[in-house]
């Protein structure tokens, strides 16, 4: 494997021309790559000459700008220094920078090791030798330090730093009195009952009623979002996209009335007292208290709309990925998934995925049938994204899938459980059923053998009942198989390891099942 069969783009940055320098650029000026290298646009690297982004930009049109992104490799080469570029912030590199943009945190992976290191080091060796180059190619040095690396590959390549286009988004800020608001939730033109936030009113008493108290006394509190991209002149429904808890207490006090203040701190006189118990002027005050309210309109994409979601779930009960995806799916997506998931609907699924109580609250049990969804509607071969987007696209693919399809993926997915359950009982999708020592839930081991069970004939799914002791023997070897278990625990979602973790488990029932 080349070093360019890891990248999506290996290039030596622009030449800095003199006829990008103007009268306020110093030839002379050097920044170093580290936190405080910020210089309005520009970054710079130690002997880089910079001049900015707006001078550059003059000269050359968009396609020929090197940005530099999240993530990125860069190796100055004149000393080959190795930097991970983790800022969120387009930059241009200069001629004297070679940019390696990983695929995949993989090729991270490899420089975390001492032949990792030598096997790059070759690699740009042989590039600078083909441009005859062949002072920097002997002087080639590969720092040791690498704990900025370590650091971020533990959040990945995430698709939330991607930047976004901004003309796709229309978010309107304003400011609502809480009586407006409540108007909405009365006449059901704000949903409440989500179906992907956890259980609204989750909330003790004596926290609804120090927000109650803070409306009382004028304090700050945070806005509130909502989605109304899919709202129409008929139905103009919102969705809560964060502040539920808030409004559901604020509902309960003043609408409801479900509660009395109690453990307040400013105002002792008012405890024990229902909202209409309380003076005119306090609840004038609750009525027309002024909230800053955040309201994500058309036409916003649900593309954006995801990093909108994860921007802002900031809470201390912030929204998971799959609760995320419920909000801006909800009717036929949300409901296919919790047929999938269902234990009276779909009985194996509890039986071989463990799901504690508190996991099924945030939607992983739905997020782990989605997966099987995600490889049922798009072939692996066909998959050119990370986990995220996959499943991302996936709950929105299920609305364009008509009822009769969708069923027989249901039928399907059950059927393979059964079947997972009966050969491989408590050992099912994890390291212990394919020959390894963890027994802790593995996704990419639930996406390939759902799938590859699903896709089975009856007769092979009764053969491989038929040979359960065979089928479970046979699958402790898969370990031993190299590639197929880096597959599993490296980078799971490059179309290399997708391809070939999903191929070796189909392959293993075409076998078993002659």
């Not at 590959?153 to 409540?182: A, C, F, W």
């Not at 539920?244 to 203040?261: G, H, P, W, Y």
Request: proline share 3%; charged share 25%.
């Amino acid at each position: 494997m080349q070093l360019k069969d890891l990248v999506e783009n290996i290039s030596w940055g622009i030449p800095i021309l003199s006829q990008h320098l103007t009268d306020n650029d110093s030839e002379g000026a050097y920044l170093f790559l580290n936190s405080n290298c910020f210089k309005e646009d520009t970054i710079l690297i130690e002997n880089t000459k910079y001049v900015p982004y707006k001078n550059i930009q003059k000269h050359y049109t968009a396609k020929k700008l090197l940005k530099l992104q999240y993530g990125d490799f860069i190796f100055d080469s004149e000393s080959f220094n190795l930097a991970l570029f983790t800022e969120e912030r387009n930059v241009i590199a200069s001629e004297k920078l070679l940019i390696i943009r990983p695929h995949s945190a993989y090729l991270r992976q490899i420089l975390l090791n001492d032949s990792g290191k030598f096997y790059v080091k070759n690699e740009l060796k042989k590039a600078l030798r083909a441009e005859n180059n062949l002072e920097k190619a002997n002087n080639i040095i590969i720092p040791n330090n690498f704990e900025t690396i370590v650091e971020i590959q533990k959040e990945s390549l995430r698709p939330d730093r991607l930047p976004l286009d901004t003309l796709t988004i229309n978010v309107r800020q304003g400011v609502m009195t809480l009586d407006k608001i409540l108007k909405r939730i009365k006449y059901g033109e704000i949903n409440l009952n989500t179906g992907f936030q956890r259980k609204a009113g989750l909330w003790t008493t004596d926290t609804k009623s120090r927000l109650m108290e803070a409306l009382i006394v004028k304090q700050p509190i945070p806005a509130f979002y909502f989605d109304a991209t899919e709202t129409t002149e008929e139905e103009n429904i919102w969705q809560i996209v964060d502040g539920l808890q808030r409004l559901t207490a604020i509902k309960e006090f003043v609408i409801d009335k479900s509660f009395v203040l109690q453990e307040l701190y400013y105002l002792p006189q008012y405890q024990g007292k229902t909202f209409g118990q309380l003076p005119r002027s306090a609840q004038r005050n609750i009525e027309e208290y002024e909230a800053i309210t955040y309201i994500i309109e058309p036409p916003t994409p649900k593309a954006v709309k995801y990093k909108i979601f994860r921007s802002i779930n900031t809470s201390a009960l912030n929204l998971t990925s799959q609760e995320i995806r419920h909000a801006l799916n909800q009717g036929k997506a949300a409901n296919w998934l919790a047929k999938f998931t269902d234990k009276s609907i779909t009985p194996a699924f509890e039986k071989v995925v463990p799901v504690s109580e508190i996991n099924k609250e945030r939607m992983l049990d739905r997020e782990i049938a989605l997966r099987y969804l995600a490889f049922r509607m798009t072939h692996y071969e066909d998959i050119k994204t990370n986990s995220t987007d996959l499943l991302d696209d996936a709950m929105v693919q299920i609305f364009t899938i008509d009822e009769e399809l969708i069923t027989n993926y249901h039928k399907e997915f059950g059927e393979a459980l059964f079947v997972i359950n009966y050969i491989f009982g408590e050992v099912a999708f994890t390291k212990a059923m394919i020959g390894g020592q963890n027994t802790g839930f593995i996704n990419s081991i639930f996406e390939i053998w759902t799938y590859a069970v699903s896709m089975a004939t009856e007769e092979q799914q009764e053969i491989l009942k038929s040979r359960k002791k065979i089928v479970k023997e046979a699958a402790l070897t898969l370990n031993k198989i190299a590639k197929f278990t880096q597959s599993i625990e490296e980078q799971p979602y490059t179309r290399e390891n997708l391809r070939i973790r999903f191929s070796t488990i189909e392959q293993f029932i075409k076998e078993i099942t002659k």
